[in-house]
């Protein structure tokens, strides 16, 4: 089972805030695309995603 440092880390950055690289309306968790304009938004989210596994793995070692 993670850890608690872990835990928390991950829900802090699934609370954070995204928003549409192409109009700034805000995304909301399981969008794949962007509801006011209709950006894919795939690299966006595989940023996103790639930021949280840097942050995760910082954290364990």
């Not at 995204?18 to 399981?30: E, L, M, S, Y």
């Amino acid at each position: 089972m993670p850890d608690d440092e872990l835990i928390d880390a991950a829900v802090e950055w699934l609370a954070e805030m995204r928003v549409c690289p192409q109009c700034a309306t805000r995304i909301r968790f399981g969008d794949y695309e962007c509801p006011h304009c209709g950006a894919d938004l795939e690299d966006a989210l595989r940023e996103w995603a790639g930021s949280l596994v840097a942050e995760l793995q910082s954290k364990e070692g």
